[in-house]
């Protein structure tokens, strides 16, 4: 090999040093980059209907005669089916249960093995400068601050579910139905008046116990039958629905006793159904909260700040503005608050 291909030979072997050293440094930089993350949230919500139904209509008879007992038990179940079979439901649909290396030349002369030489070590040097100068910033990279930046926001609900409940007692089974059922025409009647809407109410069915015919019945009970039903108001008209549970009065004054056992006596419950729509807003402001205070420290301590390495959402409490640290659906307006944790880069 003769003079000019050699010292072309050390130069790129110098070269490749070089490269390879500079290739290292940079791979630490980004081997510590790769561990930038965010971690964030999705919530999503759907109001769907049921697509079936599974309606268990439960009977009871008491008294001194084993057999009355039964066939008053067997008369009921066939009133049942003939019942459901008059509403239209089929056999199939309906169930009756029973009771129970590089390598160069010797011959090279003095000047071009110096020349080669000197190739060859200012491709390592270059490469140990790239590597020391990769280390330094893998290690200036663990430099970071950690801040929480936090956002509150007081907002109206945007949903009211409102469940009116009512009871009657009496001795009389046909009575204690029948009062029931003027009940509920009644207070269907007050929430029609109100401005509500058919689509915006929903009347469940009504009940009554035999307190004689339960297991392990008490025979001192003042009266034998007991029943309750329920009317819900499902809408979005939230102040209509405040301004209605504060109008209540004509409907006791009418004897209908509203509420009972806790049922429906707290009121309406509000909802905040908007939340998608609110969530970015309040996640942006406690970003720029913390990203300000982020830059605050590290004017402080003398550095810059750097990229966001990680951070984490936090999770947004629902409160409500009467001072409870929880929200029970009472309050109409609602307070948000989160504290979202980021994590910077400081240079």
Same mark, same amino acid.
């Given at each position: 090999m003769n003079t000019l291909s050699r010292l072309i030979a050390a130069l790129l072997v110098g070269a490749g040093i070089a490269v390879a050293g500079y290739s290292v440094s940079q791979g630490l930089e980004r081997f510590r980059m790769s561990d930038r993350s965010v971690t964030v949230k999705g919530l999503a919500e759907k109001d769907v209907e049921s697509d079936?139904?599974?309606?268990?209509?439960?009977?009871?008879?008491?008294?001194?005669?084993?057999?009355?007992?039964?066939?008053?038990?067997? /008369? @009921?179940?066939? $009133?049942?089916?003939?019942?459901?079979?008059?509403?239209?439901?089929? &056999?199939?649909?309906?169930?009756?249960?029973?009771?129970?290396?590089?390598?160069?030349?010797? %011959?090279?002369?003095?000047?071009?093995?110096? *020349?080669?030489?000197?190739?060859?070590?200012? !491709?390592? /040097?270059?490469?140990?400068?790239?590597?020391?100068?990769?280390?330094?910033?893998?290690?200036?990279? @663990?430099?970071?601050?950690?801040? $929480?930046?936090? /956002?509150?926001? &007081?907002?109206?609900? &945007?949903? +009211?579910?409102?469940?009116?409940?009512?009871?009657?007692?009496?001795?009389?089974? !046909?009575?204690?139905?029948? +009062?029931?059922?003027? @009940?509920?025409? $009644?207070?269907?009647?007050?929430? $029609?008046?109100?401005?509500?809407?058919?689509?915006?109410?929903?009347?469940?069915?009504?009940?009554?116990? &035999?307190?004689?015919?339960?297991?392990?019945?008490q025979g001192n009970v003042p009266f034998r039958f007991n029943g309750s039903g329920q009317v819900l108001v499902k809408t979005s008209r939230v102040a209509d629905v405040a301004s209605?549970?504060? /109008?209540?009065?004509?409907? *006791?004054?009418?004897?209908?006793?509203?509420?009972?056992?806790?049922? !429906?006596?707290?009121?309406?419950?509000?909802?905040?159904?908007?939340? %998608? @729509?609110?969530?970015?807003p309040l996640l942006a402001e406690a970003t720029r909260n913390a990203r300000e205070q982020a830059d605050k420290f590290a004017a402080e301590a003398g550095a810059s700040l750097g990229p966001l390495k990680n951070a984490n959402q936090g999770a947004i409490r629902i409160t409500g503005t009467d001072g409870n640290d929880f929200d029970d659906g009472s309050s109409r307006s609602k307070r948000l608050r989160v504290v979202s944790t980021f994590e910077y880069e400081l240079r």
């Open positions: 079936f139904a599974i309606w268990t209509l439960s009977f009871r008879r008491a008294g001194n005669e084993f057999g009355t007992v039964q066939q008053a038990l067997a /008369a @009921d179940r066939e $009133k049942v089916l003939a019942f459901l079979k008059e509403r239209g439901f089929t &056999d199939s649909e309906l169930e009756a249960r029973p009771a129970p290396p590089f390598s160069g030349s010797t %011959n090279m002369n003095t000047l071009s093995r110096l *020349i080669a030489a000197l190739l060859v070590g200012a !491709g390592i /040097a270059v490469a140990g400068f790239s590597v020391s100068q990769g280390l330094e910033r893998f290690r200036m990279s @663990d430099r970071s601050v950690t801040v $929480k930046g936090l /956002a509150e926001k &007081d907002v109206e609900s &945007d949903f +009211a579910i409102w469940t009116l409940s009512f009871r009657r007692a009496g001795n009389e089974f !046909g009575t204690v139905q029948q +009062a029931l059922a003027a @009940d509920r025409e $009644k207070v269907l009647a007050f929430l $029609k008046e109100r401005g509500f809407t058919d689509t915006e109410l929903e009347a469940r069915p009504l009940q009554v116990q &035999d307190l004689m015919a339960r297991d392990y019945a209605a549970a504060l /109008a209540v009065d004509p409907l *006791i004054q009418g004897g209908i006793q509203l509420g009972g056992d806790g049922e !429906g006596a707290s009121g309406p419950r509000y909802q905040l159904r908007g939340f %998608n @729509d609110i969530k970015a």
